[in-house]
């Protein structure tokens, strides 16, 4: 199996962007590695620090790693939004292939100083092992806002760009670009979409030739994400959608089936909504 520095690469040369989708059980888990294996793409399966929690490292950890080993399919294991050296560690040690180890509320220099530290740890425990750094604000968490925050505040400049990875050594950079997360009440009935600053991107690319993250990719104008990829985004997170599409399922199912109480007779229709928007990102993202 290849290993996810490879799929990259490859990503970046073929003009096309790895698919990035966070988990929170195994119905989402199940939707989306099975949108996979129908496009038979690489795919990047995200944990949170909280959905770490509620799923356990080791345990989601074998689970993806059976999914690999069961359809052979390049699939990998992001530890999203880590906050501490000690919770890098304990995804490292589980078996993660990378860490998005975010101190991006942090002053910046204390971000540098404190990400170069996590790198220089992390690459003992695996040389293989992926570190990924965040600068700017983004905003947090999966909220439904009521509108669209002003976050123009916080993007990130090229020099900036430039002087974080050159200072800390990270494998992949998460700048902000105009993404945020979340998504507005709008997004989710179609009328309102996100738009990136494309222009930033291709800077911070040029500023820094390193990997790029957009985090934050729910409710995104696909053909923003279409450029992104051009302008140099090599990895695209989506959460929020396959959360709502979660929920809208899930109640959906459950008004169908008031007096059902076996999970595996409910659930199905929820996998399905979670595959059906894992497999509309993942063609846009590798232009199928």
């Excluded at 910046?108 to 965040?134: D, M, Q, Y």
């Amino acid at each position: 199996m290849k290993q996810l520095l490879e799929i990259y690469r490859e990503a970046e040369k073929k003009g096309v962007a790895v698919g990035h989708f966070n988990v929170s059980d195994l119905t989402a888990l199940t939707g989306v590695v099975t949108a996979a294996k129908e496009l038979a793409v690489p795919v990047v399966i995200g944990a949170s620090e909280g959905e770490r929690k509620f799923l356990g490292d080791r345990q989601l950890s074998t689970l993806v790693k059976s999914y690999r080993d069961e359809t052979g399919l390049p699939i990998f294991l992001n530890a999203d939004h880590t906050h501490s050296l000690e919770s890098a560690v304990a995804a490292v040690k589980a078996g993660f292939d990378s860490v998005v180890f975010d101190l991006s509320a942090l002053p910046f220099e204390e971000n540098i100083r404190r990400t170069k530290e996590a790198v220089e740890v992390l690459k003992k425990i695996n040389p293989e092992f992926l570190i990924e750094g965040e600068i700017g604000d983004i905003g947090t968490g999966s909220q439904i806002h009521d509108t669209i925050p002003d976050l123009s505040k916080g993007l990130t400049t090229p020099e900036e760009a430039r002087k974080f990875v050159e200072s800390t050594g990270v494998d992949i950079l998460a700048p902000a670009v105009g993404n945020m997360h979340g998504m507005v009440a709008s997004m989710i009935q179609g009328k309102e979409k996100k738009h990136l600053d494309l222009a930033r991107i291709s800077q911070i690319k040029e500023a820094t030739g390193s990997f790029l993250t957009l985090h934050g990719a729910s409710g995104t104008n696909d053909d923003d994400l279409r450029n992104c990829i051009k302008a140099g985004i090599t990895v695209i997170h989506i959460n929020t959608e396959l959360r709502v599409a979660w929920r809208q399922s899930l109640e959906q199912s459950l008004a169908e089936h008031k007096q059902e109480v076996v999970p595996y007779k409910i659930l199905p229709p929820v996998i399905d909504a979670i595959r059906q928007v894992a497999n509309s990102r993942l063609k846009l993202f590798n232009n199928l």
